[in-house]
């Protein structure tokens, strides 16, 4: 693709999960571990009942945090930082892509609903910790 179809374009945005790297690391699987161990930990339900009220929460507010943050006064912090308490070896830089990104003229920005700590583990791993303007995170 060449360069010159790209060259109007001054801002790249980029989402950061299963964009910058696919969905097949299945580092989401990890939160999803996490997140339901967590809802178990905060509410005292079993399992299949923390689910059932982690789904609702996330139909009812568009975020289980929400949830848990409204009913059982949860630090949204203290969330973030375990759920995303993950193994970033399942993830490996795509040179490929990264040279594509690196080639793209103006300024790039990277966000993610994650916390920054998580972001910066992605990045790094990816290998692209220096290839961003700009990123943004929770």
Do not use: C
């Given at each position: ?110 966000y993610t609903n994650a916390p920054r ?22």
């Open positions: 693709m060449p360069k010159s179809q790209f060259s109007h374009v001054s801002e790249w945005v980029f989402d950061m999960d299963h964009t910058l790297y696919p969905p097949h690391n299945k580092l989401f699987d990890q939160i999803e571990i996490l997140m339901a161990d967590y809802f178990v930990k905060v509410t005292g339900l079993q399992k299949p009942e923390a689910d059932k009220l982690r789904q609702s929460y996330w139909d009812k507010y568009g975020a289980s945090l929400t949830g848990l943050m409204h009913h059982h006064d949860v630090d949204p912090s203290d969330f973030l930082r375990d759920v995303h308490d993950i193994d970033f070896s399942v993830l490996d830089p795509d040179h490929g892509l990264n040279d594509i990104i690196r080639d793209l003229p103006g300024r790039k920005i990277v700590n998580y972001a910066e583990q992605t990045l790094n791993r990816l290998h692209m910790q220096d290839m961003f303007d700009a990123v943004y995170a929770l």
